[in-house]
């Protein structure tokens, strides 16, 4: 049986949400009518500062590198300078192999560990399908809340899962449409249009509001990690959610803060 290929790619948009009329790297008329503006110009690294020494674009993508010879003393960063974003829709297509990336959000630097640090909210670009876009706060609160998992931080800071279902699974050596939508303090990641996590964070003392875009290169094991089509819609300002409106269920299951790790005494420290 003939197949046509244009049937195929049309099956493929509607399978992953991608509109097959986007060229790499440009806006589509529906984008451009809906608000979106491109942060990443397919050609250099205008508008983003890194260390050349793992950025560059390579094929239309904002790539940063780690090898046995040139790895990264602490999870470094490439980071947006056009401005911070508030309440927003971020839409990018990103592949990698390796360790594991993530794309910062709502961040702030923090130039006390290192240069291009940055610390806050993360959609996680990881191998475990259950880390894979949840929600991970860099230099902060760890995970908040895991890939299938709907989640509420209370005023005190505790985290309770609402509900849970199998996580949004993909092959991350492959590329994908990451997306965040963040209102508030209502966060929503998604893989292809799947939501994998919804967050309300109640935690006004830890929670953020506006920050720095950044995508990860993390340390250890080498990496590799690519971005192209990156687009950002400014959502309206407000849209807080009082935990009087948003209250954790009954039946919500409470996530047990980890227990710290116990001190090694003297004597063992010594027989090593």
Same mark, same amino acid.
């Given at each position: ?22 060229? !790499?790297?440009?806006?589509? &008329? ?8 491109? %942060?990443?110009?397919?050609? !250099?690294?205008? /508008?983003?500062? @890194? ?7 390579? &094929? ?22 056009? @401005? ?6 971020? =839409? ?31 959609? !996680?670009?990881? +191998? ?6 949840? %929600?991970?706060?860099? =230099? ?13 931080? &209370? #005023?005190? @800071? ?8 199998? +996580?949004?699974?993909?092959?991350? #050596? ?12 209502? %966060? ?14 109640? &935690? ?14 993390? /340390? @250890? ?10 687009? %950002?819609?400014?959502?309206?300002? /407000? ?34």
């Amino acid at each position: 049986m003939k197949v046509y290929r244009p049937l195929l790619a049309l099956a493929a948009a509607l399978v992953t949400g991608f509109d097959v009329s986007a060229a !790499d790297n440009e806006l589509t &008329d529906q984008e451009k009518a809906g608000g979106y503006v491109l %942060l990443f110009n397919g050609r !250099d690294l205008t /508008g983003w500062e @890194g260390e050349s020494d793992y950025w560059s674009v390579q &094929d239309g993508a904002i790539t940063g590198k780690t090898t046995p010879e040139k790895k990264v003393p602490f999870n470094k960063f490439v980071i947006w300078r056009g @401005g911070t974003v508030k309440n927003f829709e971020l =839409r990018l297509l990103i592949k990698q192999t390796g360790n594991n990336s993530g794309i910062q959000y709502r961040s702030r630097e923090l130039k006390e560990v290192g240069p291009f640090s940055v610390g806050g909210y993360q959609c !996680d670009v990881h +191998p475990a399908p259950p880390n894979n876009a949840m %929600l991970y706060e860099e =230099r902060g609160r760890g995970i908040v809340c895991q890939n299938g998992q709907k989640v509420i931080v &209370d #005023d005190k @800071g505790a985290k309770w899962i609402v509900s849970s279902t199998a +996580p949004v699974e993909c092959k991350n #050596d492959e590329w994908h449409e990451f997306s965040i939508i963040a209102q508030g303090n209502h %966060l929503v990641h998604k893989i292809d249009g799947k939501t994998t996590m919804e967050l309300y964070d109640h &935690d006004t003392a830890k929670r953020a509001l506006e920050g720095l875009l950044a995508i990860q290169l993390h /340390g @250890g094991p080498p990496m590799t990690v690519q971005v192209k089509n990156v687009r %950002l819609k400014t959502l309206p300002d /407000g849209g807080l959610v009082s935990l009087a409106d948003m209250p954790v269920p009954p039946d919500a299951k409470k996530v047990e803060p980890p227990k710290p790790r116990a001190k090694k005494s003297a004597s063992k420290k010594a027989a090593k």
